[in-house]
């Protein structure tokens, strides 16, 4: 029988750990900002967005709203609400809806969020996971897409 072993999830976040991540983006738009190019791939009604995170840069994202899958491959810390969770190496997270994450690459990171979906398009597929879209690295980034039409 092969051994059952918990790993980390990351939960959705109270309304206080979310406004004290937005309190942390205010203060860090007054500093240099590193330009994160994305990744996007639609493809057999799944959304996925990577990102590289270089070692040393902390990150906000936009307020997530539905659950999704977050895949770190590096090793970060990432802000859940009253504590940190550390991921390192390679893991794959459940993630809930309801979170706005804070994240510290202690290693250049990727990050890649996928989530089932119907978009056809980036700007569809952002909309439905945040109503934060404006906020996002490929509004003012490089981007990449690959959409199939599987």
Request: glycine letters at 8%.
């Amino acid at each position: 029988m092969a051994e059952l072993v918990l790993r980390p999830a990351i939960p959705a976040m109270s309304e206080a750990a979310i406004a004290r991540v937005r309190a942390f983006e205010i203060q860090a738009l007054g500093h240099p900002q590193v330009a994160i190019a994305t990744d996007h791939a639609i493809h057999g009604g799944m959304y996925a967005r990577t990102v590289m995170v270089p070692a040393g840069v902390v990150l906000t994202g936009a307020l997530i709203k539905l659950a999704t899958l977050l895949i770190v491959s590096g090793d970060a810390d990432v802000y859940v609400g009253g504590a940190a969770l550390e991921a390192r190496g390679y893991c794959v997270l459940p993630a809930s809806a309801g979170r706005k994450q804070l994240i510290i690459a202690r290693t250049d990171v990727r990050l890649t969020m996928i989530f089932r979906s119907d978009a056809k398009t980036v700007d569809e597929a952002e909309r439905q996971f945040t109503d934060e879209a404006e906020l996002l690295f490929s509004r003012h980034g490089d981007n990449r897409v690959t959409i199939t039409g599987e």
